[in-house]
Nanobody
Framework: QVQLVESGGGLVQAGGSLRLTCEAS????????LAWFRQGPGKEREFVAA????????DYADSVKGRFTIIRDNTQNTMYLQMKSLKPEDTAVYYCAARFRGPNLTRTWATYNDRGQGTQVTVSS
């Protein structure tokens, strides 16, 4: 089992930037397929970005492509989500998720065995 702890959320004005952090423990980090999801108020949880466990390839939802960057640091057992040009519609609880090996870059919440508690991001207009 993988333990995941998110941090870095907060209140930011539209157009601003934030960096979310997800610290992992319990498994060899480089063997983890990782992803960020989010759930906005009154919305379904949605995929944001993913990074593969064996080659570090990435995938992004269209809504964040070009604005968000997913970064994994295998030396620090940490994943980041660098967010820029934030919009009010980015307001959500952001969750990191992990799965030990297996298919990479999946966009489905249920395919990740381990999830964090979430960190709130609020973007004001």
């Amino acid at each position: 089992q993988v333990q995941l702890v998110e941090s870095g959320g907060g209140l930011v004005q539209a157009g601003g930037s934030l960096r979310l952090t997800c610290e992992a423990s319990g498994r060899t980090f480089s063997d983890l397929a990782l992803a960020w999801f989010r759930q906005g108020p009154g919305k379904e949880r949605e995929f944001v970005a993913a990074t593969a466990w064996h080659d570090g390839k990435t995938d992004y939802a269209d809504s964040v492509k070009g604005r968000f960057t997913i970064i994994r640091d295998n030396t620090q057992n940490t994943m980041y989500l660098q967010m820029k040009s934030l919009k009010p519609e980015d307001t959500a609880v952001y969750y990191c998720a992990a799965r030990f090996r297996g298919p990479n870059l999946t966009r489905t919440w249920a395919t990740y065995n381990d999830r964090g508690q979430g960190t709130q991001v609020t973007v004001s207009s």
